[in-house]
């Protein structure tokens, strides 16, 4: 029913762009908490960048200036605009959907969600 389906996600070079999707369905978009999260190898799931209903978003140190969250309503879709890609985004990049039961752990631990994406995955090479 509840799905969520990332796209976008690729093998670039250093400094290049990309821009990745998550396709939204079965739930009130709108009036929930979204975000992106990545899994690195040798790492913990972490907190990439978020945004709220009312269009509030927040990012982690490592993507601020760089990357940027936005949603359309419209299209239920979520986006993460990423410029600048360096070696250190290479990852599994994930996107969550929350009513608020979560997002206490978004940013301050192991992240969890009420619903999460199958993931896409992003390359980076120097």
């Known amino acids: 029913q509840v799905q969520l389906v990332e796209s976008g996600g690729a093998s670039v070079q250093t400094g290049r762009s990309l821009r990745l999707s998550c396709a939204s369905s079965g739930f009130p978009f709108s009036t929930y908490y979204m975000g992106w999260f990545r899994q690195v190898p040798g790492q913990e799931l972490e907190t990439v960048a978020t945004?709220?209903?009312?269009?509030?978003?927040r990012y982690s140190d490592h993507v601020k200036g760089r990357f940027t969250i936005s949603k359309d309503n419209a299209k239920v879709t979520l986006y993460l605009q990423m410029n600048s890609l360096n070696s250190g985004d290479t990852a599994m990049y994930y996107c969550a959907a929350d009513k608020g039961l979560y997002v206490h752990t978004w940013f301050t631990t192991i992240p969890r969600s009420q619903y999460w994406g199958q993931g896409t995955q992003v390359t980076v090479s120097s």
């Open positions: 945004i709220t209903n009312n269009g509030v978003s």
